[in-house]
């Protein structure tokens, strides 16, 4: 069975410090990876993804994640946090085995950036 | 695209009656996800379709849930009868399976209250 690890609960970064948010996953096979974004009452967003190729992933509003074959992780990076990156963020993995595989999320991590 | 659309958005209703919750995909996705949302449990995989067949529906909580996709425009979450613990956000989500198009992308949300 395919699983994500959050370990944080809650991560805390005053604007204009790189923030990191952590994440392993364990698959069968081959894993799709994926970061997104939650506002208050609001639906996922995407954020970025890792499917093949470059271990370092860019995507929105700066942020990126590099995934670590040998270490099972795919952390998420910004060089610089805002305070409206404070939010709910949610790590998930896909195990692309065939045609019909499932979307499995962690736990999710709040992320508070403070002035 | 309008992206993926939930009606309702709110809904409150007794304990014992029925609720049905729908989902609009993505044109063009073949696969939509069915997720659950509280404070306690975090982010729960309900059931996922297919190509319209429902492939895993493990994640249903008890014989009280049932999902459908009569075609591949909607998809429906009926709860009956409901009871306060099935309060929560329930979250639909849909994505193309393939080489690149593999990230799903969520609607707004129900927000269930059962009293």
């Known amino acids: 069975a395919q699983s994500v690890a959050q370990p944080e609960d809650q991560v805390n970064v005053a604007e204009g410090n790189p923030l990191t948010v952590k994440c392993t996953y364990s698959?069968?096979?081959?894993?799709?990876l994926f970061w997104y974004v939650q506002y208050p009452n609001r639906g996922l967003q995407f954020l970025l993804k890792?499917?093949?190729?470059?271990?370092l992933v860019k995507g929105s509003y700066g942020f990126e994640a590099e995934f670590n074959k040998s270490q099972t992780s795919f952390h998420l990076k910004k060089p610089s946090a805002l305070v409206s990156d404070s939010a709910l963020y949610f790590c998930?993995?896909?195990?692309?085995?065939?045609?019909?595989?499932?979307?499995?999320f962690g736990t999710g991590t709040r992320l508070q950036v403070t002035l | 695209d309008a992206g993926v659309i939930q009606s309702p958005r709110h809904e409150v209703t007794e304990m014992g009656q029925e609720v049905t919750l729908r989902c609009k995909p993505i044109s063009g996705h073949n696969s939509l996800f069915w997720y659950r949302q509280t404070m306690m449990r975090g982010l729960e995989l309900l059931i996922y379709f297919n190509n319209n067949v429902p492939i895993d529906d493990s994640g249903m909580p008890e014989d009280r849930f049932s999902a459908k996709m009569p075609n591949a425009s909607f998809s429906t979450l009926k709860i009956q009868p409901s009871e306060p613990r099935d309060s929560a956000v329930y979250f639909c989500?849909?994505?193309?399976?393939?080489?690149?198009?593999?990230?799903?992308?969520f609607g707004q949300g129900t927000r269930l209250t059962v009293v």
């Open positions: 890792y499917i093949t190729g470059d271990n």
């Open positions: 989500a849909s994505s193309l399976v393939g080489a690149r198009g593999t990230e799903a992308f």
């Open positions: 998930a993995v896909r195990d692309i085995g065939g045609t019909a595989s499932k979307l499995t």
């Open positions: 698959v069968s096979g081959n894993p799709y």
